[in-house]
């Protein structure tokens, strides 16, 4: 099982356990769908950063990407490492906070970002990476003035990741300031007054080896623009963040991102350049995809026009297959090992024909075929998976599972019907 290198998924007795416990046994005491993450494992990939940071600066930055997984208990296992918060909304900002960060270390980049959001921002005193001229201009009416930094986008040819909808750099993006207008930007910010600490580029989501190439492309000309904001800002950047991006090994065959040569092709490119400043990145997925898998009930196994496998979580629980066709390895958690392989549909629960679990309905997956009441693991689904999710079709939020140390607790209770209409209203 090419799974197993990753170190924290084992099979033992022909079942499939997750930081030592058993998944099966974990889907029977909470039920299902049912999000399980590890960690230690969380822990020990913060730590396996630090250390691919720390070998080449003192001076760098870790924010952890909120957005992949925003549970609080999650975030706190980060922080503890010594990792800022990489915000998209004033309510991560303040999940960054309950957590128990200091605001100073939760930096906000938001797009399309409204007034109310900016005031909230502001009187949280968290810090601020603009993405907009109209961002600038909107909090220059505030009355308070906050530190910022400048979100940019690198442009055409610079944007990289595993899907043209996690790509965030080029012209067809809404992200960030472009080129032809970053740099009155900062003749803007300074001529409001406003004190501009940072610079910031995220090229993408999901890369691979390949894609480092790319992001060494786009960090020369973030340190480009990062010489001409200076001069023209007349102060040396207190941070330059290069975003985030590194990938995660979904399937077989796929090499492990080298998280190690990036950070090293990266302080040295950054410190060739002559920035001695504090070298910010902001990864999501790499820190916690790995460390989660969803695991499903099958309650349908029939042939139909083709072998249906029917599950008790849909798109509603884990959308990266029907949103991205992205793959998420399905193992047989009650007999890992079974020699019955078959192509089947993984179908979801939800009435929507794209609500399958292969990577588009057209094409079938081999899987370890399972019968009815027999469990299915997701792998890899740590990282945007539980985020994403809702309540379509009348499906409350799955359960989510926190092992520690060989020890099992629930960090986020099942939904019900109360959590899906307590905010609604009859009124006539
Ligand atoms: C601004 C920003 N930073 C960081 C990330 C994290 O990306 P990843 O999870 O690929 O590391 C994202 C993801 O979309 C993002 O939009």
Redesign the pocket.
């Known amino acids: 099982m090419w799974w197993t290198e990753k170190g924290h998924l084992e099979v033992g007795n022909n079942q499939l356990y997750i930081g030592g416990m058993n998944a099966v046994e974990l889907a029977s005491k909470y039920g299902t769908p049912l999000y399980v993450y590890n960690g230690n494992k969380i822990k020990g990939n913060f730590e396996r950063l630090n250390a691919a940071l720390s070998a080449h600066t003192d001076n760098y930055r870790i924010h952890f990407?909120v957005?992949?997984n925003s549970h609080i208990q999650i975030q706190k296992l980060a922080y503890d490492t010594g990792a800022y918060a990489?915000c998209v909304s004033p309510i991560e900002c303040r999940m960054a906070l309950k957590a128990g960060l200091s605001k100073e270390r939760v930096l906000f980049?938001g797009t399309s970002v409204s007034n109310s959001d900016l005031e909230d921002l502001v009187n949280l005193g968290v810090r601020i990476n603009i993405d907009s001229v109209s961002q600038l201009r909107r909090l220059a009416k505030l009355s308070t003035k906050p530190e910022l930094s400048v979100r940019w986008n690198p442009g055409e040819g610079a944007g990289a990741g595993l899907h043209s909808h996690t790509i965030?750099a080029g012209k067809y993006i809404k992200f960030g300031i472009p080129e032809h207008k970053v740099l009155d930007t900062f003749r803007e910010a300074k001529a409001l007054g406003f004190k501009v600490v940072g610079l910031h580029q995220?090229i993408g989501?999901?890369w691979l080896g390949d894609d480092v190439q790319v992001f060494h492309d786009s960090v020369r000309r973030t340190l480009n623009v990062a010489n001409q904001a200076q001069e023209i800002l007349g102060s040396a950047f207190e941070f330059i963040d290069f975003?985030?991006?590194?990938g995660i090994r979904y399937r077989e065959g796929q090499t492990p991102f080298p998280i190690e040569e990036y950070a090293r092709g990266l302080i040295e490119q950054v410190r060739a350049e002559g920035y001695r400043g504090t070298i910010a990145i902001?990864?999501?997925?790499?820190p916690v995809g790995e460390s989660g898998i969803l695991l499903l009930e099958v309650n349908t196994v029939e042939e139909k026009n083709i072998p249906i496998v029917g599950v008790d979580g849909g798109f509603n629980t884990l959308i990266r297959p029907a949103f991205y066709e992205s793959y998420h390895e399905i193992v047989l958690a009650n007999r890992v090992e079974s020699d019955d392989r078959q192509e089947v549909m993984v179908a979801g629960n939800l009435c929507e024909s794209s609500d399958v679990f292969n990577c588009s309905k057209k094409e079938l997956r081999e899987i370890a075929m399972p019968e009815e009441g027999e469990i299915l693991a997701l792998l890899c689904a740590g990282?945007y998976g539980f985020e994403m999710a809702s309540t379509y079709n009348g499906r409350p939020l799955p359960a989510q599972v926190l092992i520690m140390d060989g020890k099992d607790h629930l960090i986020t209770e099942r939904g019900t019907i109360e959590s899906i209409v307590g905010l609604q209203k009859i009124v006539v």
Request: cysteine-free.
């Open positions: 990407a957005k992949a990489d980049t965030t995220h989501s999901g975003g985030g991006g590194p902001e990864p999501g997925r790499f990282a």
